[in-house]
């Protein structure tokens, strides 16, 4: 079973409270944010600093799950829940396919900014 | 009802993450609250402490200080502790959230924040902040800066102790022929400005007063909080109230109306300080002989002709430049030796 890669309830209810034109900019503000929290996830693993790593991770969760991006949320939230402590090397894995459904999420959000 | 969380209420958002500051913002404003925001804790410690908010919506992971270490601040700060705090936040872990509540938060909002949600609770936290600065009004009308402080530290904790300290008991002379003589709104009238005054002289001396009945108060320096020279104060005060007495009678002879007397006792030692009552209501007083000496120097100020009374140990501590007269000893109500009493006069400075 395959989750959409943005849920278009939430996305959709967003919309409604907050107005489709701010949800525009809202979703551009995520996209310039957004490498930033992934850049640092996978600096603040290289470094050691579990602080930062599970900030990074918490920040990505929050922001996945108010755009409707839920699989990007879960592995978010996964990683803020084991943090840095199992294997670098696993944890390494785990970031590529972050980034990947983070372009699958980017595109998604880009196109429904502009519909 | 309708006006509940108004337009009007000043909010603070705090979060590191822009998105969501950008979110809370406008789902804020479009319910008609003017927000604020920081990017962390300490950014919005510094704001908090700049201008008043009326609610706070903070996160908890935060870099440089995060959302707990803000709750501990917040509860520690007199000034802030009254400030409701909505925590939202996306932690996991009931854990979290318990600890928020112990720390003090309002109320727990999970991330994403549901709209309606959101207005619920900032409606019932700005309507319980309301009721509360009511209260908090109603203690600083009736008590003072300190009392009030001294309040909120203790959380009314009832008890006493010993202090050393002057207390002075003041009322004003014929004021019941004075009451049946004029409407009773002149009177009321006549009160609210007498005691405005008399606050004003006691409170820039450092007293603080505890009692009003009628035309009478009594005020204390040096309890709740510790006054240097507060026989000194207390004199000082008296002397004041005496002056703007004088200039309140020149204001009112022009107005056509009788002049007012005022008879002012003080006496100094220990007593026992703290709050009597019950849980429910109590007020902050004095206890103890030096009270009753007070109390009875200031019925004598009619027999005397005079206008301040002050006892041995109070005169002792004034500086030479006071003007005393020595009344020699009196007798006193509820005391078995005759008590030394002495007369301050006025027209100078103490």
Do not use: W
């Not at chain 2, 240097?228 to 020149?250: S, T, W």
């Not at chain 2, 005079?306 to 003007?323: Q, S, Y």
Request: charge should be negative.
């Amino acid at each position: 079973m395959t989750q959409a890669t943005i849920d278009q309830t939430t996305f959709n209810e967003l919309k409604a409270t907050a107005g489709a034109d701010f949800v525009s900019e809202l979703v551009g503000t995520f996209l310039a944010e957004a490498p930033a929290m992934l850049a640092d996830l996978r600096s603040a693993l290289a470094a050691g600093d579990a602080d930062r790593f599970r900030r990074a991770a918490h920040s990505l969760k929050s922001n996945s799950n108010t755009f409707g991006a839920l699989t990007l949320g879960a592995l978010a939230k996964n990683l803020e829940l084991t943090g840095i402590a199992p294997a670098a090397a696993a944890k390494g894995a785990t970031l590529d396919s972050l980034d990947a459904e983070y372009a699958r999420v980017a595109t998604a959000l880009k196109e429904l900014a502009r519909g | 009802m309708a006006e509940l969380g108004a337009p009007g209420s000043r909010l603070l958002v705090v979060d590191d993450n822009k998105v969501n500051r950008l979110l809370l913002t406008r789902s804020l404003e479009l319910q008609g609250h003017r927000v604020a925001t920081a990017e962390n804790g300490r950014v919005a410690l510094e704001m908090m402490r700049k201008d008043p908010f009326d609610l706070v919506l903070l996160d908890m992971e935060m870099p440089e200080m995060d959302g707990f270490q803000v709750l501990e601040q917040i509860f520690k700060d007199p000034v802030l502790r009254g400030l409701p705090v909505i925590v939202t936040s996306s932690l996991e872990g009931v854990d979290s959230v318990v600890r928020c509540v112990e720390l003090g938060a309002e109320d727990y909002l999970p991330k994403p924040v549901n709209p309606v949600l959101l207005k619920a609770r900032i409606g019932a936290s700005l309507e319980k902040k309301r009721l509360q600065d009511q209260l908090k009004e109603m203690v600083r009308r009736f008590a003072t800066p300190e009392v009030a402080q001294d309040l909120q530290t203790s959380g009314f904790a009832l008890g006493g102790k010993r202090v050393y300290a002057s207390v002075m008991f003041s009322d004003i002379r014929g004021f019941t022929p004075l009451v049946e003589s004029q409407p009773p709104e002149e009177t009321i009238d006549l009160l609210n400005t007498y005691y405005t005054l008399m606050f004003d002289a006691i409170s820039s001396h450092g007293g603080v007063v505890n009692q009003m009945i009628g035309d009478g108060l009594m005020a204390i320096f040096g309890a709740p909080l510790p006054l240097p020279d507060h026989e000194a104060c207390a004199v000082r005060a008296a002397l004041e109230m005496i002056e703007l007495v004088g200039m309140f009678n020149a204001e009112r002879a022009a107005a056509g109306k009788p002049e007012i007397r005022i008879g002012i006792g003080i006496a100094s030692g220990e007593m026992v300080a703290g709050y009597a009552g019950t849980s429910k209501r109590a007020t902050y007083t004095c206890i103890g002989d030096t009270v009753n000496l007070a109390a009875r120097l200031e019925t004598h100020t009619k027999t005397a002709g005079r206008a301040i009374l002050v006892d041995g140990a109070t005169r002792a501590k004034l500086p030479e430049r006071v003007a005393i007269e020595a009344l020699g000893p009196v007798e006193i109500k509820g005391k078995a030796n005759a008590v030394d009493v002495f007369s301050v006069n006025l027209g100078q400075s103490a």
